[in-house]
């Protein structure tokens, strides 16, 4: 099974643990051929101490630690734009959608769109020593920026007076997408391409659980997310593609709303706590 543990999870499991030792779930691990799954987004939360001076923690041995584990690494980045290509080639043809596989061999190929950044002659290219070069170009960091924008953008969303229909606005959320990446469609397929991912929620399932949580959010006005939350959501994207994930309570809730409407298990894989995912092992 394919194990997606929250960045603090697995800091607890290696620095203190909690709620078992580094030895024991590589143990546990192997006996089940179960492997981590890592995403840029996961390894940059751990290794974002490196920006503050004062913090004890050594991140290149807890980088080197991870890394022993059994594991593999998600090209998350990458989904949205895979799953569009490979949907529209879909519709093309006249043939249903084919499941992506958006996963790496290496640590620095979740860093270049592409896959294929330059680094790749590089035979042996330790995770740590990936952090490292990319800390000192820079590179490390800056997602408590990207989670207040992704916030201001959630509390804009929410301020609307007239929410769209979500099958009409699902063209629009398509249409960002496909912008973001360079990717072209005719205009006048749009409508029915976007119509088409929607009337199947296994299409394009990164894509559809993420507008579905989102817009399960903004009917909560209760709740007002912080830029942690915001950090948190992104790592939905990966939530189709692995078996088992821990969430927060909150996201947690929001994922098993989303579910029950697309009738997708989604929830089944998400785990509140490490200890669930471990006993589920």
Not at 46 to 52: D, F, K, R, T, Y
């Amino acid at each position: 099974m394919k194990i997606y543990f929250d960045s603090k999870d697995l800091i607890n499991i290696i620095e203190k643990s909690t709620p078992c030792s580094t030895d024991n779930l590589k143990n546990i691990l192997n006996s089940g051929s179960h492997e981590l799954v890592l995403s840029f987004l996961t390894i940059m939360e751990i290794s974002e101490p490196l920006l503050h001076k004062k913090v004890k923690s050594n991140i290149m041995d807890l980088l080197n630690r991870i890394e022993k584990l059994p594991h593999t690494f998600i090209h998350s980045s990458s989904i949205p734009r895979v799953e569009l290509e490979e949907a529209f080639e879909a519709f093309s043809k006249g043939r249903e959608y084919n499941d992506i596989n958006p996963y790496v061999s290496r640590f620095d190929e979740t860093c270049d769109l592409s896959k294929i950044p330059p680094t790749n002659v590089y035979i042996n290219y330790p995770l740590s020593e990936i952090v490292w070069d990319l800390y000192c170009f820079g590179a490390v960091g800056g997602l408590d920026a990207y989670g207040e924008k992704l916030r201001k953008v959630f509390m804009a969303d929410r301020s609307m007076k007239n929410q769209p229909n979500l099958k009409d606005h699902f063209t629009t959320n398509v249409e960002r997408t496909l912008s973001l990446y360079g990717l072209k469609i005719p205009s006048t397929k749009l409508t029915p391409f976007s119509s088409w991912i929607y009337d199947n929620p296994s299409r394009c399932p990164s894509e559809r659980l993420g507008y579905e949580v989102w817009h399960k959010m903004l009917k909560n006005i209760t709740d007002i997310p912080n830029d942690s939350d915001m950090e948190d959501y992104n790592h939905l994207s990966c939530l189709p593609y692995v078996d088992l994930m821990t969430l927060d309570r909150r996201m947690h809730n929001y994922v098993a709303q989303a579910s029950k409407s697309l009738k997708l298990p989604y929830d089944s894989k998400a785990a509140k706590t490490t200890q669930e995912i471990l006993d589920r092992l």
